[in-house]
């Protein structure tokens, strides 16, 4: 099992940035960040990171703006989002995986409980 817990994220204006945290239980070998925007119903992977070797990956529309980074020792996953635009505005979900291949796609088996990002023009 791994319990996620949230925190962060909020309303800013276009060019901002906010950074969410998502404190983990334990640390699995593959973590992640996805949003789900107003209206879809899909959520779509933003940025991943396998825990040993620190590899990550970027959904394209975030490349350069978001970084995702985490604290060994406090167990805790970050997302630095930077040069927020209004169509990152969304729902994000930290997650967690305990098998299959990290990265952005689906089959994550552990989630956060999701807190609001919204960026104003």
């Known amino acids: 099992q791994v319990q996620l817990v949230q925190s962060g994220g909020g309303s800013v204006q276009a060019g901002g940035s906010l950074r969410l945290s998502c404190a983990a239980s334990?640390?699995?070998?593959?973590m992640a960040w996805f949003r789900q925007a107003p209206g879809k119903e899909q959520r779509e992977g933003v940025a991943?990171?396998?825990?040993?070797?620190?590899?990550?990956d970027y959904n394209d529309s975030v490349k350069g703006r978001f970084t995702i980074s985490r604290d060994n020792a406090e167990n805790t996953l970050y997302l630095q989002m930077n040069t927020l635009k209004p169509e990152d505005t969304a729902m994000y979900y930290c997650?967690?995986?305990?098998?299959?291949?990290?990265?952005?796609?689906?089959?994550?088996?552990?989630w956060g409980q999701g807190t609001q990002v919204t960026v104003s023009s």
């Open positions: 997650a967690a995986r305990t098998y299959g291949s990290c990265g952005l796609a689906s089959g994550y088996n552990y």
């Open positions: 991943s990171i396998l825990m040993n070797s620190r590899r990550t």
């Open positions: 334990r640390f699995p070998y593959c």
